[in-house]
């Protein structure tokens, strides 16, 4: 999912670092690039973070920060994979449905509990996508329905092999999944924008419980209903 694109132009991006500084090149100067631009994408919006910005916050040149990332774009590409949410879209993706597999309900709510953990690992990013997204900044819009759209396509595949298996009645899988991941996304959303979130390696166990019953209720309906 690679994009790689020209510097998002933002004020002193045009301006070169004249400091004697050698840029730093290692893995560390890396993750130290990404975790500056997260905390300042935070506090400052991504449109409204330039460059220089983070190569000052970092303490490196701006030249080290083009050896590792080819744009701000690319940066918060790069969030994405740093922070697991891409590797846990392709394992949703790849997951396989088979004779071995539990009843519908079990699978979906798998999906939905593994789903907040791995954003409450990346809620540092996810408050940023979330809230971007929200003030309509392109790149976190267009990243969010990437992920989202991943999301639900995955979720769609894995109802139409319970279709197919004559375990679910006919439905519309693309409408049902696009409501799971509200189902999932939303308490998360609310959560952190309610202040209910902490600062444990896990969500807390009302969140999981939330989720958990309103994914058991919506299937219980799609049976119900059809």
Known sequence: ????????????????????RKPRRG???????????????????????SVRDIARGAGITDA????????????????????????AL???????IDENSGPLGETLVA???AAQRIMH???DF???LLS???????????????ITERWRKAEARVLRAYVDRGELPPIDVDAVARQLVVLSVGPFSDNLMSGQDHDEAEPSADLLERVRSGVERYVQGLYNNT
Do not use: W
């Open 111 to 113: 999906i939905a509990l």
């Open 64 to 87: 080290a920060i083009y050896y590792h990332f080819a744009s701000k774009r690319d940066l918060f590409e790069a969030l994405l994979e740093e922070r697991g949410i891409t590797s």
């Open 27 to 49: 893995p560390l100067t890396r993750k130290q690039i990404l975790d500056v631009s997260l905390r300042l994408f935070s506090e400052k919006g991504f449109a409204r973070t």
């Open 121 to 123: 690992r990346a809620k």
């Open 1 to 20: 999912m690679h994009r790689r694109c020209d510097l998002v132009a933002t004020p002193g991006d045009s301006v070169r670092d004249k400091s004697p």
């Open 126 to 128: 996810m408050k940023v």
């Open 132 to 146: 971007e997204a929200m003030n309509e900044d392109p790149v976190a819009t267009e990243d969010y329905r990437m």
């Open 90 to 96: 392709s394992d949703l993706e790849n997951v396989s």
